[in-house]
């Protein structure tokens, strides 16, 4: 009996220790408003997603100091934050003329390690495109 109970408080301590240490997995690629593109980072290309709805930016369309937008790594539990900016964004609705605006915000005191490249369209069913050109410096965590 006693070897019993042993037995099955051990198997109760892993699976509560496999439950713990399993990673998170939570790039949100279902969010509503995320946005899922290939980079290449000092080399090496990652597949980002971004949620748009976060509530954290730039701050370079409010001037505010808000934090940049973390950018999680899809598969892993790696998370790019971002800390200076070099992208110019394009819209192009369908048949009609393209608008763009360049960010190149950066924070103060940035720590800036890795440097990513993007160069990312996305048409929808509606034949509007999207684009994402150029560098995010950053730092993975």
């Known amino acids: 009996m006693k070897i ?3 037995l099955g408080v051990m198997v109760l301590l892993l699976g509560a220790l496999g439950f713990v240490a399993a990673p998170a997995w939570a790039d949100p690629t279902g969010s509503k408003n995320s ?13 980002f997603v971004v949620n748009s709805a ?3 930016g730039s701050g ?12 999680h790594v ?7 934050h971002p800390t200076a900016f070099d992208l110019t964004f394009s819209f192009t609705p369908a048949g009609g003329s393209t608008f763009s605006f360049p960010d190149t ?9 890795v440097t990513c490249k993007i160069d990312f ?4 069913s ?3 495109t999207f684009a994402i050109a150029g560098t995010a410096a950053g730092f993975f965590s």
């Not at 899809?74 to 790019?80: H, T």
């Open 126 to 128: 509606q034949g509007n």
């Open 54 to 56: 976060n509530g954290q």
């Open 121 to 124: 369209s996305q048409t929808d």
């Open 4 to 6: 019993v109970r042993r």
């Open 74 to 80: 899809v598969g892993s539990n790696d998370v790019f």
């Open 105 to 113: 915000s950066t924070m103060k005191n940035a720590k800036t390690p």
């Open 60 to 71: 370079a369309q409010n001037n505010t100091t808000a934090p940049f937008a973390p950018a």
């Open 35 to 47: 946005l899922t593109f290939p980079a290449s980072c000092n080399g090496t290309t990652v597949l």
